[in-house]
């Protein structure tokens, strides 16, 4: 038996798996050489890569039932001030680290604030932060304003009507008719969105773009209902048997649907929604089985805990550090050209083994940096909330 009450180790863990596999796709060495599973799915696919953000809003799902818990799931006054004020800190920590990258970058050019100032006209209105904020608050608000035996029928509502858009609109074609671009441009212009390239043609593109948050909520509330059933029951093999159920039925689901409905992470349409989640549900029930009711617990659960308990904390480290690491002169090659620390780390590990391997050994270092830094805070029992 297992009490709701008590923190869910399998849960850090897995969150903790998927801020390290972020960390792990955001940072190689060089973008031009990357193993296969450590690259996105270039238009239509599914690649490991594509898996790290759609787990981590689905663990942010599962944190919600928890959160919520205490406030029995209804609006209030103080969740009210909770869920707008923990959306706009994440608003605000997506534009404050790309303003930051611009100062930091023209602070090796000698006019920071300059620099800084002067791309404000490009600096990019979505991202990863921001995409969480958005899923955080409108989800949040679909739990405590709707039933939670009508959440269902929203997530399936907001799935086929999110894809019937697509169909009509082109929305799985890369080309300018493409209505998530079209939607975009209108609205957020061309200079604050991502550039995406795909078959050798790049197109303003956003992959955390505004009509795509759609059914990142669906995603989301999938990830709130699996957490809803965990406290509901406290039978830790009922719950085993019930995530490891519904999520083979997502995946297949999503699966046999892909051929009309193609799935793709870039549009986060709604069979990627449907295989990522329930791919979610069966490695969540899996750490269940073997971290809460066997109790295998060791070297490897720490670290990804590490990660886990202090997600979002972690994660804005890394892009931080991946900012100065690119910012930052320690020389010159023969050329001329600056050698910043990534690169210099880079080359040494491309001195002793080919361009591939190399890549991925930086970034597996960068996440290991991470990582003490993690462990410190969990030794010291620090945990930052964002």
Known sequence: MAKTEKRLLSLDILRG??????????????????????????????????????????????????????????????LMWKIVRRTLILFFIGWAVQWFGHLVRGLFKGDPFVEAVNNLDTLRYMGVFQRLALVYFFGSLCVVLFSRRFIPWLVGLILVAYALILGLGHGYDFS??????????????????????????????????????????????????VGRLILSLYNNTERVYRMLLWGAVLVLAGWLLQYGIPCGKKMWSSTFVMITCGMAMCI???????????????????????????????????????????????????????????????????????????????????????????????????????
Not at 321 to 344: K, M
Not at 358 to 376: D, E, I, K, Q, T
Request: charged share 15%.
């Open 17 to 78: 798996i998927t801020i390290a596999g972020m960390l792990l796709v955001n940072n190689p060495g060089t973008w031009s050489y990357l193993y296969r599973p450590l690259a996105h799915a270039e238009w239509i696919g599914l690649s490991p890569t594509d898996l790290v953000f759609p787990f981590f809003v689905f663990c942010m799902g599962v944190s919600m039932a928890f959160s919520l818990k205490k406030f029995n799931y209804r609006l209030s006054g103080p």
């Open 176 to 225: 300018l008719e493409n209505i998530i671009a079209r939607i975009d441009n209108s609205v957020l212009g061309t200079d604050h969105m991502y550039h995406e390239w795909a078959n050798g043609e790049q197109l303003s593109f956003d992959p955390e773009g505004i009509l795509s948050t759609l059914p990142c909520i669906a995603h989301v509330l999938i990830g709130y209902l």
């Open 284 to 386: 969540q029930a899996m750490l269940i089985h073997f971290v809460d009711i066997k109790g295998r617990r060791g070297r490897w659960t720490r670290f990804f805990e590490s990660f886990g308990v202090n997600p979002l904390a972690l994660y804005l480290l890394g892009t931080v550090l991946a900012i100065l690491f690119g910012a930052i002169p320690v020389g010159h090659d023969a050329d001329g050209d600056v050698i910043s620390i990534h690169s210099a780390v880079y080359r040494f590990f491309e001195s002793f083994c080919n361009p591939y391997m190399a890549s991925a050994l930086y970034a597996v270092c960068f996440v290991l940096l991470n990582w003490v830094v993690g462990r410190v805070l969990y030794k010291k029992k620090i945990f930052i909330k964002i």
